[in-house]
DNA sequence: TTGACAATACCGTCCAGACGGTACAGTAGA
DNA sequence: TCTACTGTACCGTCTGGACGGTATTGTCAA
């Protein structure tokens, strides 16, 4: 479809999310994305006519890698499972440390409208992970929690020591695992 | 301690928080601080010298509002399951919709070190719980399904209809309160 | 083959507006 | 008289973005 692009718009997308970690989420402005990206702005703006679509790129990419990696994920253990799935994606997602998708505190304070397609993006998920686990309680729980832990990573509070992590990831797991087991 | 001071303070921390949550986070300007707090800039200035202060002393009283919250909530029922009464203020808080501490956000951006004292803060509660606690596994899932209750409250993902959010509330609570049933 | 034109992908500069903060003179109540 | 402001004027900085250029590559008729 698309004539084969360059990088450059991928390089600026990384740049930004590189800059809203390192320099924080308030300081996110096209001159410091574009020196990042080593790009003038009359380029940046060349590729993305205003910050509010740099923004919706940030966001549309991101939903597009998870929802890829999901598909990853769940057809490698043949497609058993699409909770554990998702608790191992969001899981491994938390430890990147690289990955820190402070760039998200920036589209809020920027329009908070920017993450209406997270939203739906998360509904459509529940939804899907709703009909194909059995024991809603044990969804409900381990779906919030993962929440949880992808809200800490985001904030950086370090709340959890290492070991307290994998015996939470452990129990998850086993919750999201008792499909088979318990099924009612 | 303090002269019983003029509730001037106050109305502009509020003022400031209405603003966050109306106007957005990023629209939290000194001079719309002001206006809506019926008062004029450099009576804003007067009451906190800079907007740094104004930042920090939102955080402070969220801090001072919640020790406060729980500590009533945990007397009145006896002292007698922490966790229990952490997750009950916790969820009547994601209730208030005029809570929705959207400053957070603005906090943020405008500098991610205004929330090392919340930090601290969630930390020193968790150590708290865990020495309450006698099941370490039902304390770690029920206080990051928690976290991510609150997380999906501050950004208004409504990704739960209204009767899963009572079951996992009560599947939460039973978590809970199984320090009595379960204790190992 | 070549010359004319056009699209692509930028660069660098400039500007208007917003924002935090200062300064200061005035004032009303305790 | 002191405290706790009000109100206004102003400054310096930062930021989004408009705009006018430019180098490179592609297209295509003569």
């Not at 320099?23 to 080593?38: E, I």
């Not at 990853?72 to 440390?97: M, P």
């Not at 729980?141 to 992590?165: C, K, N, Q």
Request: glycine share 4%; proline share 4%.
């Amino acid at each position: 479809m698309k004539p084969r692009k360059p990088n450059s718009r991928d390089k600026i997308l990384a740049a930004a999310a590189d800059v809203a970690r390192e320099a924080g989420p308030g300081n996110l402005s096209l001159d410091a994305v574009a020196n990042r990206a080593g790009i003038s702005k009359g380029g940046l703006l060349y590729n993305f006519p205003s910050k509010a679509r740099l923004m919706q790129a940030l966001v549309e990419q991101y939903l597009r890698d998870f929802d890829k990696a999901l598909e990853e994920v769940h057809s490698a253990d043949g497609r058993k499972n699409l909770l554990s799935a998702y608790i191992r994606l969001s899981v491994e997602e938390c430890q990147e440390t690289e990955a820190s998708a402070s760039w998200i505190f920036s589209a809020i304070a920027e329009d908070p409208e920017f993450l209406t397609p997270l939203k739906t993006f998360k509904r459509q998920l529940f939804e899907r992970l709703k009909a194909k686990t059995p024991d809603l309680k044990a969804l409900l729980v381990t779906y919030l929690a993962i929440e949880g832990l992808r809200s800490m990573t985001l904030f950086e509070f370090h709340t959890l020591e290492d070991e307290e992590r994998q015996l939470l990831i452990d129990s998850l797991l086993s919750l999201a695992g008792a499909d088979s087991n318990i099924a009612g």
